[in-house]
């Protein structure tokens, strides 16, 4: 799977957006994108996925680069809840073989009242 | 989303016992379990992946005769650490994917924390 970087820490207002950017220059033409995070003490939680075209789900978005060598994950209202470790992965998509899931060291949002 | 339970989701055990985790889908069919452990403010770190009916593959370091996996059906998959020692104390996450339409993102169960005092 090709390899995700991710700055180590960002804060965030409450009720503003939350913008997490992730670069993967070395993803390969079937490999998607995907999001996941993880609240303290808890299991990895799924945000979203995609491959090329900007996708929106009623927890965030993920705008992906033309190029496909970086992305964002966009919280647009950010609550203290959305504290948490944001992973962005990037692996084969959805069906072929059951691959897991390989974390990086991922995003640690922190927002503030 | 769909659900993956595991429990217990706290356990402290004496050194040298045996500790049983149990992974359970609840509302699908999993083809494939994986196992992961994690340490204080570390990335998750995958020790094994199960898919049902046959041996677990372990990855590179993690023991398989110290880290028994069972997936003997399709909603459950069991992680027993045997003869559990201090270093053993993590966090461990289970995750899960199903087939047909259940098989795109992986869904997680909640964690379990041991302790080995």
């Known amino acids: 799977d090709a390899k995700t970087t991710q700055p180590p820490s960002m804060d965030c207002a409450e009720g503003r957006a939350a913008n997490l950017p992730c670069n993967h220059s070395?993803?390969?033409?079937?490999?998607?994108v995907y999001w996941y995070r993880q609240i303290h003490s808890q299991g990895p939680q799924y945000i979203i996925h995609g491959l090329k075209n900007n996708e929106t789900n009623e927890m965030a978005s993920l705008i992906i680069t033309e190029d496909r060598k970086s992305s964002t994950l966009i919280l647009p209202h950010a609550t203290l809840r959305d504290t948490a470790v944001y992973y962005c992965i990037v692996r084969a998509g959805p069906g072929g073989s059951a691959r897991q899931l390989t974390f990086g060291s991922g995003t640690q949002l922190t927002v503030l009242p | 989303g769909a659900v993956v339970s595991q429990h217990p989701s706290r356990v402290i055990c004496k050194s040298g016992t045996s500790v049983k985790i149990e992974c359970r889908s609840l509302?699908?069919?999993?083809?494939?379990m994986f196992w992961y452990r994690q340490f204080p403010k570390k990335s998750l770190m995958l020790m094994a992946t199960?898919?049902?009916?046959?041996?677990?593959?372990?990855e590179q370091g993690v023991e398989k005769d110290k880290f028994l996996i069972n997936h003997a059906s399709l909603t459950l998959s069991t992680l027993t650490v045997t003869s559990a020692h201090p270093e053993d104390s993590s966090f461990y996450i289970c995750?899960?994917?199903?087939?047909?339409?259940?098989?795109?993102?992986?869904?997680f169960g909640q964690g379990t924390r041991l302790t080995v005092v």
């Open positions: 199960s898919n049902e009916g046959s041996k677990a593959t372990y």
């Open positions: 070395t993803i390969s033409g079937n490999e998607y």
């Open positions: 995750s899960a994917r199903g087939g047909g339409s259940m098989n795109t993102e992986a869904f």
């Open positions: 509302d699908f069919q999993a083809t494939t």
